[in-house]
């Protein structure tokens, strides 16, 4: 993302921007959709490691069970990305890609909970994560397509603000159910809890609801007689997306090649606070061990729970802070802004292990909260005027391979050196991640943002 003060590119300036300025709560309105898309990553997010490890996962092979997210995003994102720039259908251009996978994706949520298996439940992530992964580069596009350029950041910044408030809601569900009264330890014949269950129905629910209700209130535009001359001037199918994708490459604006440095270090780093934060506070409020005897699961669903609430604190503070950082980027620029969440999250997240009490361990949900909303939102901000308008959804596409790449290099990397170098101890991977988060701090910072 690139900040609102900048000069647009020369290929924004070719042409008067068409569309018309949209008032804040159709903003809102038009993100709503990504409302229930993020609430079905943080139920993911969430939830994915207790029922992998309720099914008998191993600590050193949980980031394998997590490949389903990278990989579907490097493959599906930029070949959807590119397929929607070019697609001329009675809904619109991005329309269909939003409701084949919103309904991809909740027949998966319905589904995941009543998982029997690890690999019953690791191919329901797979379906899961390609039906968000259909959704999510299409929906990155739309705003930029429906936007004038000084509305943007505001646009992906309330995307930003929606992705804090939709997880908080999500890691927020299963103890509010305990709260009406379910028991959390009253699990199916799986092991998996029924509060985990209720909540990934009601994220079935939510995601092709959001969707729906995004699409019916603030429509695609209208293609103009010059936009659909020139897609139809363009080779249409899969072996014509694969090659924009490559030209797309190779075009590449140098803003955005930067970028890949900082997005490397803050999406290894987030990727392993997922995977690992349940176990490293298992390990430290109960230091006896997460699996065995009756008591040793029931422990592991308390600090799963507590997991689960630190999520929704730093979620929160997401939610708030991506607001409040709208007027900060348009004054300060999107590149310092970032850094400086980067910064607060890296700090956060190395503090971690060091703390031994429940209550303690709240607190740097706030430098963690101001990371997450940086990451959703700056980094979109800087990317979003560098590229040309008629390339947005592949740039978009490519983009996202940004985070995934890391994601699948944290996949492959961790269970090497889990061992040797972390000690099999799930405390020393929050700790690397926050490391990492100062990295790429560092990385923004080189970013060079200017036309």
């Known amino acids: 993302m690139t900040s609102a003060v900048q000069a647009p590119s020369a290929s924004h300036d070719a042409a008067p921007f068409r569309a018309p300025r949209l008032s804040l709560p159709r903003i809102v309105e038009m993100n709503l959709g990504f409302f229930g898309l993020q609430f079905s990553f943080g139920l993911q997010q969430a939830n994915m490691t207790p029922i992998y490890t309720f099914l008998g996962a191993d600590e050193a092979t949980m980031p394998l069970l997590w490949l389903a997210g990278p990989m ?7 070949i959807v990305g590119a397929l929607s720039d070019r697609t001329n259908s009675r809904l619109g251009r991005r329309t269909p890609y939003f409701l084949i996978g919103a309904v991809i994706c909740s027949l998966c949520l319905f589904l995941m909970p009543y998982s029997s298996a690890l690999w ?40 930003s603000a929606f992705t804090g408030l939709a997880q908080c809601l999500s890691y927020a569900t299963p103890s509010l159910l305990v709260g009406f009264g379910i028991s959390q330890n009253l699990v199916d014949i799986n092991g998996i809890p029924v509060i985990v269950r209720i909540a990934f129905v009601f994220g079935a629910i939510l995601s092709i609801s959001t969707i729906v209700w995004s699409v019916v209130r603030v429509p695609e535009l209208k293609l103009t007689e010059a936009e659909l001359a020139e897609m139809a001037a363009k080779p249409l199918g899969a072996g014509a997306a694969l090659a924009e994708i490559r030209d797309a490459f190779i075009a590449m604006p140098r803003p955005m090649r930067q970028l890949a440095w900082a997005m490397l270090c803050q999406w290894y780093a987030m990727f392993v606070y997922w995977q690992f934060i349940s176990l490293s506070v298992s390990r430290t409020l109960f230091p006896g061990g997460e699996r065995g005897s009756a008591g040793a699961n029931a422990d592991f669903i308390s600090a799963s729970l507590t997991a689960q609430q630190m999520g929704v604190a730093y979620n929160a503070v997401a939610f708030i802070g991506a607001l409040a950082l709208i007027p900060v980027v348009r004054r300060l620029g999107a590149k310092p802004v970032h850094a400086a969440c980067l910064v607060a999250s890296g700090i956060a997240m190395m503090s971690l292990p060091m703390l031994d009490s429940r209550a303690a361990m709240f607190v740097p949900m706030i430098g963690i909260g101001l990371g997450w909303a940086g990451m959703m939102g700056n980094t979109y901000v800087m990317l979003a005027d560098c590229i040309p308008p008629e390339r947005t959804g592949v740039y978009m596409g490519i983009f996202n391979m940004f985070i995934v790449v890391p994601m699948l290099i944290e996949t492959m990397t961790m269970p090497l050196i889990y061992a040797p170098l972390l000690g099999s101890d799930p405390r020393n991977a929050i700790l690397l991640a926050g490391v990492l988060m100062l ?11 200017a036309a």
């Open 439 to 449: 990295c790429g701090a560092v990385a923004t910072l080189r970013v060079r943002t």
């Open 72 to 78: 579907t995003g490097l493959l599906i994102q930029p």
């Open 120 to 159: 019953m439940a690791a191919s329901l992530l797979w379906l899961l994560d390609a039906g968000n992964n259909i959704t999510m580069e299409p929906y990155r596009a739309y705003i930029a397509d429906r936007l004038e350029p000084g509305q943007r950041p505001a646009g992906f910044l309330i995307q």
